[in-house]
């Protein structure tokens, strides 16, 4: 199968713009699972809730995180419950529902790229005049994703608080992401919670990239007979 020109100019640059999105996403669904938010609770030094004792913290959050992967809406958020009452005040739960949102378009997104991806090299695999460089564009997508890690990273790395301020404000209008120290949010997911998930998911993307990146590498010099790419 021969491609047009044209279809491998935009599927080339299709596979080295969504291979970013591909493996940063992947990781997601790791940050959104019981197990990491009960081991980011059970970190040496992680701050306890001045609200709830770590079994009914531990619960919400969980509860909390079952919210955003499920079909329940804001109803369900409206249910938890402790002693002390409503888990959530109503400006709370409308944050929710916005980062549920959000977290759907990235789960979206997600998708798309792998789809893009897959097919991508599945056709530049097809023709036999892109074959021999097809791996190279995979490669050069893990570079963009290594590239802007270590760009965004710089910036988190020199300014926590400017970072996490400058991605609220592209997802979420206002200040409708402030919240009180005292707001169950806040003692579920401090600011600590925030700076470990940064860095999980750096170093996550960043070695899947370096690992994908160098089989590719591999793969096409093999291909490709020993010829660089």
Known sequence: MRLPTVARTIIKTLVVLTVPGFLL??????LLTPGYIAWEYSRPGFPPSERYTADERLGLALQTVHYLRSNEDEGYLRSMST?????Y?????RH???VKAVVGGMMTAHFICTVVVLAGVALLLLDPETRP?????VVRG???????ILGVGLLAFLNFDTFFVLFHRIFFEGETWLFAYSDTLIQLFPLEFWM???LVLAVLALTEAALL????LWLGRRAAGGVGM
């Open 96 to 98: 929710m529902v916005d």
């Open 142 to 148: 893990c570079v963009l994703l290594i590239a802007f």
């Open 83 to 87: 002693q002390q009452g409503p888990a």
């Open 133 to 137: 460089m097809a791996a190279s564009y």
């Open 213 to 216: 990146g160098l089989a590719a």
């Open 196 to 198: 470990d998930g940064t």
């Open 25 to 30: 996403l992947s990781n997601l669904y790791f």
């Open 89 to 93: 005040n109503e400006r709370e739960i």
